[in-house]
């Protein structure tokens, strides 16, 4: 947060709700919606909010995922999530398929179990 006297710019993050959404990633099913804002703070209270986005992120592995702003009233009211939700992957992480270790992308082979990718 950046502050000039009593005025301050900041990045707000609120976790609104826990979903349903298979993460692409490692596979599991548990995530959260967030959304974030940047916001205008006079003596540390948010006066102003702008720039909202709203992302899923993945429990277990941390994956991250920008949410299209039409699909936020069915996510909230459904608690699920779809593919056709997402707008875009801000981060993947990946796992293998075999054993569950997380991998980078670039791997052909999991470095713990010996499996092809």
Request: glycine content about 6%.
């Amino acid at each position: 947060m950046f502050f000039i006297g009593v005025f301050g710019i900041g990045q707000k993050r609120k976790i609104l709700k826990e979903v349903k959404f298979k993460c692409t990633g490692c596979m599991e099913e548990k995530a959260v919606l967030i959304q974030q804002s940047k916001s205008f703070d006079l003596f540390f209270i948010p006066v102003y909010h702008w720039d909202k986005v709203y992302l899923i992120n993945c429990l277990s592995c941390g994956s991250l995922y920008r949410v299209k702003e039409e699909k936020i009233n069915k996510i909230i009211e459904s608690s699920k999530v779809e593919y056709d939700d997402i707008e875009d992957i801000i981060y993947e992480q990946v796992s293998c398929p075999m054993c569950g270790n997380r991998i980078d992308k670039s791997f052909k082979y999991c470095p713990k179990c010996g499996k092809e990718l």
